[in-house]
């Protein structure tokens, strides 16, 4: 499992974009994809629970990632938080 810190600096937080893109990099991946943030444990592959998650700009979460492809599926996740999840 590897796991990593990451803080939302979308405007927006990760809603409606961000998180559509965030889902479908997701999806490309075998490995299971949580994120945390505070007592929320958020299904990283599905855009209604990312969505309820209410993740605002500047929360603090912490990706999971379990899998035989769970490096690469860290990485790409990691550039995209980086990039700005599309926006």
């Known amino acids: 499992m590897i796991a990593r810190q990451v803080v939302i ?8 974009r961000p998180a559509a893109v965030f889902v479908q990099n997701a999806g490309k991946f075998k490995s299971a994809i949580t994120i945390k943030h505070q007592e929320k444990t958020i299904n ?8 309820a998650g209410g993740l605002s700009c500047g929360a603090a979460i ?3 990632v379990d899998g035989e492809d769970e490096q690469a599926a ?3 996740l990691m550039q995209l938080f980086a990039a700005g999840l599309g926006e």
């Open 44 to 51: 990283g592959k599905s855009i209604l629970s990312v969505l």
């Open 9 to 16: 600096n979308n405007r927006s937080g990760l809603h409606a």
């Open 74 to 76: 860290a990485d790409a």
């Open 62 to 64: 912490e990706l999971l």
